[in-house]
């Protein structure tokens, strides 16, 4: 059974450039939430996304977007770029109403 | 608001020796708990989880957390540790399959 997957795996972009992250939730799974963990902190809650609706949202600004598709996948959009955005970006995916997220391995993006 | 605090940024420890680490959280009831580690570069790889019943939870890899209420803590334990077990360590509260909320982390040195 594969686990969460995510790509591309690194990623170089230069300030007010926009980025797309990709995600496939662990088989079974619905609903995929993403975080940004930055360089020695926890991970930041972005948002949430479920049956291809943002369901909760953490504090970030709209150039953060997402999108959930049919089949489960997500993407996690943002736009204009700023240095402060380079990050692990972690895509976690869950079963529906149960509580325990399981983590991909994450998008290393750098930003300059 | 939901928090937690995880109050040793490092923690060496050596090869064998016992080892705990703190968990301190805020929450309006009592939460769902979780522990997670991290090797350098990769994603978040889930221990061990408290949602009810005995407080003493074990988890993989030899870890157990003992949810201590009238503490607001759930501290990770191993009695033994092992080289292998080098990483960061990061406590997590959520409940009904909302967001989750990180500590900061603890990074776990062994020496030998």
């Known amino acids: 059974d594969a686990g969460v997957t995510q790509s591309p795996t690194h990623l170089i972009k230069t300030r007010g450039q926009q980025v797309t992250l990709r995600c496939s939730p662990k088989?079974?799974?619905?609903?995929v939430s993403w975080y940004q963990q930055a360089l020695g902190q926890g991970p930041q809650f972005i948002f949430q996304y479920y049956e291809e609706e943002e369901r909760q949202r953490g504090n970030f600004p709209d150039r953060f977007s997402g999108h959930q598709f049919p089949n489960y996948s997500s993407e996690l959009n943002v736009n204009a770029l700023l240095l402060g955005d380079s990050a692990l970006y972690l895509c976690?995916?869950?079963?529906?109403?149960?509580?325990?997220?399981?983590f991909g391995p994450g998008t290393r993006l750098t930003v300059l | 608001a939901q928090s937690v605090t995880q109050p040793d940024i490092h923690i060496t420890v050596s090869e064998g020796a016992s080892l705990e680490l703190r968990c301190n959280y805020s929450y309006g009831a009592t939460p769902y708990l979780f522990w997670y580690v991290q090797s350098p570069g990769q994603g978040l790889q889930l221990l061990l989880k408290y949602f009810s019943g005995d407080t003493l939870v074990q988890g993989i890899k030899g870890f157990e957390a003992e949810f201590k209420r009238s503490q607001s803590s759930f501290n990770l334990r191993k009695p033994s540790v092992h080289w292998s077990d080098a990483a960061e360590y990061f406590c997590?509260?959520?409940?009904?399959?909302?967001?989750?909320?990180f500590g900061a982390g603890t990074i776990l040195r062994v020496k030998s």
């Open positions: 997590a509260v959520g409940k009904y399959g909302n967001k989750l909320v």
């Open positions: 976690a995916s869950s079963l529906p109403g149960q509580d325990t997220q399981y």
């Open positions: 088989s079974g799974h619905d609903t």
